[in-house]
């Protein structure tokens, strides 16, 4: 396996805050990886230690084996898309995206060609005359990812790169997006604070959580086997079980999660958990249906079709023992 990004306890530092905290991270070559965590946890401060914008105030970054401390962005062979995509508005779309290779001297008919593959790479054939200010938020973004892809980098950086777009074109480009880096076969980090979109692109994700990382692992072990109480409640909406009640349903005395798609609703008698319906949530899929037990507030999912409880009605809950994870910390 060879290793494109590595850390090796990297910190940054500004001033007082530690944006990124002692962070020691391995990024396999092709490698879909992203980097989920709420606003303010290191995500994009990490993204421009990779690019070089930014040095780390201890630690070593490499790529590909060597240390870039003392390489200077444009030296790394990794590339960027924006949020705000960063377009040049006077520039045509073709000229935007042979930027980077004019700035290499490299001659305007090559250029052109090159942009061409390229904007057909991104399904923007015929559209390389117009100026960004005539296309749509996605086709913006599909620009901003053809400028990247065309100064052929080893690792492509995206931070937040579909935040701007609506639910429905950012489904779309998501699909569009973990295509593409298959075909490529290029290392893909993409920063989000969305936990569906992480969980639904990435073949490997962390999980920051103030300047460091709480979890590392594939989106199933992240969702499945949450290592601590913030990976849980971040990730999905877990429910999150005190030790004490951990204890009485049969498991360790530990804070436990358990997902609301676990846990079914039965009548009281038959169940090892009752309480009373407090809440009834429509999802669209499912109904989140929240119970007050003894002890917890716990939210299950009961899928459209089934049956729902009245709203104050005593239910039970039943669920696999399996499905009770514990957790490492609280
Ligand atoms: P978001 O999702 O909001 O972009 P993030 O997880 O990417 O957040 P960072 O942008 O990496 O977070 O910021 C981490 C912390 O470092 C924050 O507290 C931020 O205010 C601080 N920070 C980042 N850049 C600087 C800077 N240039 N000067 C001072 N503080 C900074």
């Known amino acids: 396996m060879t290793v494109a990004v590595e850390f090796a306890s990297v910190s940054r530092h500004f001033g007082t805050v530690r944006a990124v905290d002692e962070v020691d991270l391995s990024i396999a070559e092709g490698t879909f990886f992203a980097m989920l965590g709420p606003s303010g946890s290191g995500k994009t401060t990490c993204l421009r230690l990779i690019s070089g914008f930014e040095k780390p105030t201890h630690g070593a970054i490499r790529i590909f084996g060597q240390d870039v401390s003392n390489t200077p962005p444009n030296r790394r062979n990794v590339n960027t898309v924006f949020q705000d995509y960063a377009l040049f508005p006077h520039l045509n779309v073709r000229e935007n995206v042979g930027y980077g290779l004019m700035v290499k001297g490299v001659g305007r008919a090559t250029r052109n060609a090159r942009a061409e593959e390229m904007l057909a790479l991104v399904k923007l054939d015929g559209f390389g005359e117009r100026k960004p200010g005539q ?45 593409l880096q298959k075909r490529l076969g290029i290392t893909f980090v993409f920063v989000t604070h969305d936990q569906t979109e992480a969980l639904s692109m990435a073949d490997r994700l962390a999980v920051f959580n103030h300047g460091k990382i709480a979890q590392i692992g594939t989106p199933s072990e992240i969702y499945a086997q949450p290592r601590t109480r913030f990976v849980a409640d971040f990730v999905g909406s877990s429910n999150v079980l005190p030790p004490k009640l951990a204890q009485r349903l049969g498991a360790a005395p530990k804070w436990s999660s358990l997902r609301p798609e676990a846990l079914r609703l039965t009548d009281t008698r038959t169940a090892a958990l009752a309480g009373t319906v407090t809440g009834l949530r429509y999802l669209g899929a499912g109904t989140r249906v929240t119970v007050v037990v003894t002890g917890a507030e716990l939210g299950v999912l009961v899928p459209t079709g089934s049956p729902l409880p009245e709203q104050g009605a005593e239910v039970g809950i039943v669920f696999d023992a399996a499905d009770l994870h514990p957790m490492e910390e609280a």
């Open 135 to 179: 296309l749509s938020g996605g086709q913006r973004q599909r620009v901003a990812l053809a400028r990247a892809l065309v100064n052929e980098p080893r690792v492509l950086l995206l931070d937040e790169p579909l935040g701007a777009l609506d639910l429905k074109l950012r489904e779309a480009m998501q699909d569009e997006l973990k295509a």
